[in-house]
């Protein structure tokens, strides 16, 4: 009988280790974790700062006292690309002899950011001459006719 209690004993000792041994590793763990994600959060919060600093620049660029162009020549999208330019719309809407329109995509990009891939593909159709004009007129039985 003496042997049964002294394996209990040590079975008893071998969970109270293990159990020790576990929560110790949680324990670690957990402070680990909790400064992983102290940091994390300081650096989202970082990179969200420079994303709304970027769309601030973006739309308040044509007011700069530097900026090139006139301001109501151009047009916000900001999506794929930040700006159309009709450069030359105020000359033509004054009838002023010879003027034209020329079209410029522009997108604005601030620090080390680079062109997405669908702005790239935009650079590269404008590059290629594949764009165009079209008219879209609703009839009246709500159809739509593309010329």
């Given at each position: 009988?003496n042997?049964d209690?002294?394996?209990?004993?040590g079975l008893?000792?071998v969970?109270?280790f293990?159990?020790?041994?576990?929560?110790?590793?949680?324990?670690q763990?957990?402070?680990y974790?909790a400064?992983?994600?102290k940091?994390e959060?300081?650096?989202?919060?970082k990179?969200?700062?420079?994303?709304?600093?970027g769309?601030?620049?973006e739309?308040?660029l044509?007011?700069?006292?530097?900026?090139p162009y006139?301001?109501s020549?151009?047009k916000?999208?900001?999506?794929p690309?930040d700006?159309i330019?009709f450069?030359?719309m105020g000359?033509?809407?004054?009838?002023?002899e010879?003027?034209?329109?020329?079209v410029?995509?522009?997108?604005?990009?601030t620090?080390?950011?680079q062109?997405?891939?669908?702005?790239?593909?935009?650079?590269k159709?404008?590059?290629?001459?594949r764009?165009r004009?079209?008219q879209w007129?609703?009839?009246?039985?709500?159809s739509i006719t593309?010329?």
């Open positions: 009988m042997i209690w002294i394996i209990i004993a008893i000792l969970i109270v293990l159990l020790w041994a576990f929560t110790s590793k949680i324990k763990l957990n402070i974790y400064s992983s994600l940091a959060r300081a650096d989202a919060v990179k969200s700062k420079s994303v709304i600093r769309q601030i620049s739309q308040m044509p007011i700069f006292p530097d900026f006139d301001i020549e151009v916000f999208l900001g999506n690309v700006f330019l450069k030359g000359k033509v809407a004054q009838n002023i010879g003027a034209e329109i020329e410029v995509i522009a997108e604005v990009k620090g080390n950011a062109p997405t891939k669908i702005q790239r593909a935009v650079r159709a404008l590059k290629e001459g764009f004009f079209e007129r609703v009839n009246e039985n709500r593309i010329k």
